[in-house]
């Protein structure tokens, strides 16, 4: 324990920020946000015109080392995590004892609120998830794990990038000692993974947070928790470490197999039979996204309806028409060319033969003309966006031989459309909403196709580059 002058002094600070406005040094604090181990306010600041968020620790966590502890860590990842998908840290200092950092206001909604209202198809859903596993890869690739994911602490800016908040429970998984406390609880009861429900949150890693992941995919596909809901945490941490999660056929059975497999593998007990990093969740998730469209099987049931067709009819035929005999005087003329079952070529034959026919002689949809993209100034709006690319691209060694793209739709779009971009690796499938916009990495070893259902258009890509193209 700290000696009692070391530690900041508690003093009421917090407490008369709820008078709002308030000023403190270059910052006016306009409103509250809602927020669990800290206090945010949204703010202006005075000498930069910009709205920020300031995040103070709360006055009662000041009284132990360990909140404290965890708040400076937090400033400091935050601080040193250069990446698209972390809110960096402007400033942080100590206002009357109380410490605090601030960061640029995001405007945006956090991940469930976000699947809600702007992605009603499965594949939607699945491209947002596989975008968070990029975000969380990259967090583990620098030697730390969150270890408290959850809705809140995931919010998707208005441009559909995914950001990440609150660092306080991350994890050096490269640091020789930890200042978690053996036996203590870490994270969000439904959303922790087995191991850190047993109270050994020093062994919880990178590994807790797929298991997290597969938690996120589960509800938001489903509907429902892995675990049920129960208002005693002991019997929450119970079924947590000692319980299967509820089959996912038990709330959702037309999920494909890839995905419900997947989510089931996220959700083992235990760590070594999850998916071994957040990348790995990626890339299945990848896989089925670049999956071929099935081809209707209606010729199929065409096929097998006109044969049931053909069976009632002979069945129901008059018998006098079955005859192999000569045809007598009542026999109608047209009899005599009914085909009969011991025709060379049944009906069934020719049904399938003519059906193969017209399939060979039906010409393909023509493909659209490939052009090349036009070269437009990027709105102001989405210089961020933009900078933010070209940031990872330099960053991130294992990104030196792509480029990014950043799609936008205009607001003047009469609706949403879904877009391909193909590149030597594959093609990945977009959906954009009229003034939304998403970045994609592509290789950079010859131009990206872009395909909007309209227009297919090919761009000029150079490694470590970020290019942006309006659709």
């Not at 270890?147 to 050096?172: E, Q, S």
């Not at 009229?434 to 259902?453: H, L, M, R, W, Y």
Request: proline fraction near 9%; charged fraction near 25%.
């Amino acid at each position: 324990m700290a000696p009692p002058e070391d530690r900041p002094t508690l003093r009421p600070t917090l407490y008369a920020i709820r008078d709002l406005p308030y000023e403190m040094g270059p910052y006016r604090l306009m409103r509250k946000l809602p927020e669990g181990m800290a206090e945010v306010y949204e703010a202006e600041d005075l000498e930069t015109p910009r709205r920020v968020a300031v995040k103070f620790l709360r006055n009662d966590m000041l009284l132990t080392d360990e909140a404290r502890e965890r708040f400076l860590r937090e400033i400091e990842l935050a601080a040193n995590l250069d990446h698209a998908g972390v809110v960096p840290v402007l400033r942080s200092g100590v206002h009357e004892g109380v410490p605090y950092y601030v960061m640029p206001f995001i405007e945006g909604a956090r991940l469930d609120h976000y699947l809600k209202d702007s992605c009603p198809t499965l594949d939607g859903k699945l491209r947002v998830f596989r975008d968070l596993c990029r975000v969380v890869n990259a967090l583990h690739a620098r030697g730390w794990a969150h270890r408290d994911l959850k809705p809140g602490n995931i919010l998707v800016d208005r441009y559909g990038t995914i950001r990440l908040l609150d660092f306080g429970l991350a994890k050096d998984t490269h640091a020789l000692s930890t200042t978690d406390k053996q036996y203590t609880f870490l994270g969000t009861l439904g959303y922790m993974a087995p191991e850190q429900a047993s109270g050994e949150a020093e062994k919880s890693d990178s590994a807790a947070d797929v298991y997290t992941i597969g938690v996120l995919m589960y509800r938001e596909l489903t509907g429902e928790m892995p675990h049920a809901d129960d208002p005693k945490p002991e019997v929450m941490l119970r079924r947590l470490r000692e319980e299967d999660t509820r089959p996912l056929r038990s709330f959702r059975r037309d999920l494909p197999p890839p995905i419900e497999i997947l989510i089931e593998d996220c959700l083992r007990r235990d760590p070594g039979q999850r998916p071994p990093t957040a990348a790995a969740v990626e890339a299945r998730l990848s896989t089925f996204l670049s999956r071929k469209p099935v081809p209707s099987p209606a010729p199929l049931f065409i096929i097998a309806a006109l044969l049931i067709g053909s069976v009632i009819g002979y069945l129901l035929w008059p018998d006098s028409a079955k005859a192999t005999d000569a045809p007598n005087d009542e026999t109608p003329a047209i009899a005599a060319d009914v085909a009969t079952p011991t025709d060379t070529e049944t009906e069934a034959d020719q049904i399938i033969s003519f059906i193969e026919s017209n399939e060979a002689t039906a010409q393909p949809e023509p493909a659209l003309p490939l052009v090349d993209a036009i070269s437009t100034p990027v709105p102001k709006e989405l210089w961020p966006s933009l900078s933010a690319l070209q940031s990872e691209l330099r960053i991130d060694f294992s990104r030196r031989r792509q480029a990014a793209i950043l799609l936008h739709l205009p607001h003047t779009s009469p609706h949403t459309v879904t877009v391909e971009v193909m590149d030597s690796k594959g093609v990945q499938s977009f959906e954009l909403r009229p003034g939304q916009s998403t970045g994609v990495f592509v290789e950079a070893d010859k131009p990206a196709i872009v395909n909007d259902g309209t227009q297919r258009l090919q761009v000029a890509v150079s490694p470590r580059e970020a290019t942006y193209l309006s659709l």
